[in-house]
């Protein structure tokens, strides 16, 4: 009973992706066109370009603000590799960033012992 519940979730989850890949795609595309802006904002020199790459980023974000079923896509694929880990009886490890918990004097210690050299 627990594979067949796996499988109609993979099923309805696998739908509603295929149906928003088109949503998918353009907020890849607007993404890309956030980065661009953001990168040539940084290294440009004159006005006239970073008004020109400031504007190329905003471009991009408002496309991605208008490409928000994307999010319920990108959800959908997260869900079908959940399923597919299930389903294969392995454990689902989710990545994250766990802070270092170092004391800050003993990093100043270090830097100061650098610079004394």
Do not use: Q
């Amino acid at each position: 009973m627990r594979k067949f519940f796996l499988l109609i979730g993979g099923f309805i989850a696998g739908c509603v992706a295929l149906a928003l890949t088109g949503p998918i795609a353009g907020l890849l595309f607007s993404g890309l066109f956030v980065a661009l802006g953001m990168h040539f904002y940084t290294s440009s020199k004159s006005a006239f370009g970073k008004v020109l790459w400031f504007t190329v980023g905003l471009i991009g974000v408002l496309s991605a603000i208008s490409n928000i079923p994307a999010m319920v896509g990108l959800a959908a694929i997260a869900i079908i590799y959940v399923i597919y880990k299930k389903w294969n009886n392995e454990d689902v490890k989710i990545p994250t960033i766990e802070a270092k918990e170092e004391d800050p004097f003993t990093n100043f210690e270090k830097e100061w012992s650098n610079l004394t050299k």
